[in-house]
């Protein structure tokens, strides 16, 4: 939905439950963290994509199965390392000093339903840039060896368990600094409409404060939701996708066409955002959402660790695309980010300034909250057009993946880290059952969009009443135009 808003107060109350209330609430605080540990041991270097055992369902034994996805000899306890949480949050704060300490763009959000406008210092990207021409300089020095690449991939599983740490604490803290919040505070401070269920698991898990800021020594104040949605996750993911390929030349000596596709995409995408970070202050996660186990989790363990899922698998199986499939997977990328890029900038120009050139000439709906529903340009196509955009984009992530699926071959018994001389990697009979895992974030995805979409819907309903009606009689089409 395109447009120009002005922000009003509502009723908590209307809003309701989402994702299932406290039991969604419960089984996502709960399942989220096997599933991600589901995909790092199901598809691992050690015996294959999938596991040869889930294949075999008649051989599948608790002691074979653990053996082929490289349970630690330490059983719950070796999931953990208190040395790789301590660099982990040595990360995070050197994300937060640049974030504190470069320069950056002073921006203001949207109206809050209070009166006022919080001001940010947006500077992720430029953050990014000095992070990744450190590791730059370390690669250039050391080549794919640098200590910061054979640190993640060795150090994953201890990562992805500090990462789920950290959200948790993140989420209760934010949650239980929320009741200091007092209503007319001169912070301009405030709680998100749908977290004021009264249900303490369900308002920790979806966000009872709507934009949670701490003062930290020498750091100064800290936009928490706004700094893990583009900061240490968003980059993390492509940090791991860089850690792959080092270690795909490690093991191989070379790099396949695939994973470079699979990063570059990645890549852009991360920094596009980061480059448009100012958009983001317009978007339902930050006007809308409180910041809770959700964000946090989503930020920070499920994005950078399940979207470089791709990257983690062609680590393993080097597949080569060609010239053709390059060109095609270049297509299909290059659709879906005109979609989403053209469709956002229209968007946000027409927010920022209806006269613009650019976009004064678009037709809208004035409503009667004073907000303007555009019903020409991309916004007159289908009301949440940039979704299709992003979910094409998501294609040219899975695809560099091909017919997924391997099997590693060993002379030797199993065990965690390099490969022997003696391993080899084949698709055997795991070709296709791999797409289980790399396929899977176009259809999460897919479902992401649509609930997302479903909620922007009953958001607009609730505000705009029978003026978004209206609206949908111009604009029938939500995401895809004449199909859904």
């Excluded at 922000?7 to 419960?26: M, N």
């Excluded at 991600?36 to 994509?49: E, K, L, M, Q, V």
Aim: net charge neutral; hydrophobic share 45%; with cysteine.
């Amino acid at each position: 939905m395109g447009g120009l808003s002005k922000t009003k107060a509502s009723d908590p109350a209307a809003h309701g439950y989402e994702f299932g209330g406290p039991v969604g609430a419960l089984g996502a605080a709960l399942g989220l963290p096997v599933a991600c540990y589901a995909f790092t041991f199901i598809c691992n270097d050690i015996s294959g994509c999938p596991v040869p055992s889930t294949l075999s369902p008649s051989t599948l034994s608790t002691s074979t199965l653990a053996k082929e996805v490289g349970w630690p000899k330490e059983g719950v306890l070796g999931l953990f390392s208190f040395s790789v949480t301590a660099w982990l949050l040595a990360y995070y704060g050197f994300s937060l000093l640049l974030r504190a300490f470069l320069p950056g763009t002073q921006c203001e959000g949207t109206d809050l339903n209070g009166g006022g406008k919080l001001g940010y210092k947006l500077n992720s990207f430029n953050a990014s840039v000095v992070i990744l021409a450190i590791a730059g300089a370390g690669t250039a020095t050391h080549g794919a060896d640098f200590i910061l690449w054979t640190f993640i991939y060795d150090n994953y599983l201890h990562l992805l368990s500090s990462s789920m740490l950290i959200s948790y604490v993140i989420a209760t803290f934010v949650y239980i600094k929320s009741f200091s919040v007092k209503s007319g505070n001169a912070d301009k401070r405030a709680l998100a409409d749908g977290g004021q269920s009264g249900n303490m698991l369900y308002d920790w898990f979806i966000g009872r404060e709507l934009n949670p800021r701490s003062t930290l020594p020498i750091i100064g104040e800290i936009d928490i939701k706004e700094w893990c949605e583009l900061c240490p996750g968003f980059l993390g993911w492509i940090l791991l996708d860089l850690a792959f390929i080092a270690r795909q030349y490690r093991t191989f000596g070379y790099v396949s066409d695939s994973i470079v596709l699979v990063t570059i995409f990645q890549a852009v995408y991360v920094f596009d955002a980061q480059w448009m970070e100012p958009a983001i202050l317009t978007t339902i996660d930050i006007t809308t959402d409180g910041f809770g186990f959700m964000l946090a989790f989503g930020d920070l363990v499920w994005l950078p660790f399940t979207y470089s899922l791709q990257a983690k698998y062609l680590s393993v199986y080097p597949y080569q695309l060609g010239v053709t499939g390059i060109a095609g997977v270049l297509a299909v990328q290059a659709t879906g980010y005109y979609i989403f890029r053209a469709a956002n900038n229209e968007k946000n120009r027409f927010r920022t300034n209806p006269k613009d050139p650019r976009v004064a000439h678009l037709q809208f709906i004035e409503t009667k909250t004073g907000s303007k529903l555009l019903t020409s340009g991309w916004w007159g196509i289908a009301r949440h057009i940039n979704y299709l955009g992003d979910w094409i984009m998501s294609w040219s992530f899975v695809l560099p993946t091909g017919f997924a699926g391997y099997i590693v071959e060993h002379s030797a018994p199993l065990g965690r880290g390099n490969f022997l001389s003696t391993t080899e990697v084949v698709s055997g009979s795991a070709k296709g059952w791999g797409m289980i895992i790399t396929y899977f974030y176009i259809f999460y995805f897919a479902i992401l969009l649509i609930h997302r979409e479903t909620r922007d819907e009953a958001k607009c309903s609730r505000k705009y009443g029978k003026d978004w009606e209206e609206y949908k009689r111009r604009v029938p089409s939500r995401i895809i135009p004449g199909i859904y």
